[in-house]
T-cell receptor, first 114, second 114 residues
Framework: AQSVAQPEDQVNVAEGNPLTVKCTYS??????LFWYVQYPNRGLQFLLK??????LVKGSYGFEAEFNKSQTSFHLKKPSALVSDSALYFC????????????FGAGTRLFVKA | DAGVIQSPRHEVTEMGQEVTLRCKPI?????LFWYRQTMMRGLELLIY????????DSGMPEDRFSAKMPNASFSTLKIQPSEPRDSAVYFC????????????FGDGTRLSIL
């Protein structure tokens, strides 16, 4: 079965420090991987995706993610966190298993402290 | 690009009443998705359409829920009769395909059933 795990409910980081939000997945075949961000009272917004090619993917607002096939991970990173990055982050996987439905993780709340 | 538009943004009604949520997808997007978000269960896919045809409604919780897409620019999600446990934020999303393209979410309808 297809699944995605975000092992941390919450990540706390000081402004200016690097941040990492973790994601691991399980899917048959080659996965399509996505990160979304949700701000209060808003819908999910697409940040970046991995389809194929370079394992390091760059996205919106200075975020990037690294695809690691051997560890089945797709961690979200940013070199220098901003207070405005505080939000709920969702990892999602889409694969052939389950008819190409997108499976979302439970979400990780990021707090960036000034 | 106006984005995905949902209405109403907030709905408060009494148990037993019929509730209708509305969605206008992004023009040209062939796929439309309805999700429900709660603290306990996270983001759940209820149903999705391709070219106005329902493809997978396995996530619809019970017969009280129904969804239609009469044309490419409009979809409804109806709950009849509503129950307090239906209280949640309901999101509509659309995408160009179900493969490599991301989903674009509306800002949701916050539904409270008293």
């Amino acid at each position: 079965a297809q699944s995605v795990a975000q092992p941390e409910d919450q990540v706390n980081v000081a402004e200016g420090n690097p941040l990492t939000v973790k994601c691991t997945y399980s899917v048959s075949g080659n996965p399509y991987l996505f990160w979304y961000v949700q701000y209060p009272n808003r819908g999910l917004q697409f940040l970046l995706k991995y389809i194929t090619g370079d394992n390091l993917v760059k996205g919106s607002y200075g975020f990037e993610a690294e695809f690691n096939k051997s560890q089945t991970s797709f961690h979200l990173k940013k070199p220098s966190a901003l207070v405005s990055d505080s939000a709920l982050y969702f990892c999602a996987v889409r694969g052939y298993t389950g008819g190409f439905k997108t499976i979302f993780g439970a979400g990780t709340r990021l707090f960036v402290k000034a | 690009d106006a984005g995905v538009i949902q209405s109403p943004r907030h709905e408060v009604t009494e148990m037993g009443q019929e509730v209708t949520l509305r969605c206008k997808p992004i023009s040209g997007h062939d796929y439309l998705f309805w999700y429900r978000q709660t603290m306990m269960r996270g983001l759940e896919l209820l149903i999705y359409f391709n070219n106005n045809v329902p493809i997978d409604d396995s996530g619809m919780p019970e017969d009280r829920f129904s969804a239609k897409m009469p044309n490419a620019s409009f979809s409804t999600l109806k709950i009849q009769p509503s129950e307090p446990r239906d209280s949640a934020v309901y999101f509509c999303a659309s995408s160009l395909d179900r493969g490599s393209q991301p989903q674009h979410f509306g800002d949701g309808t916050r539904l409270s059933i008293l």
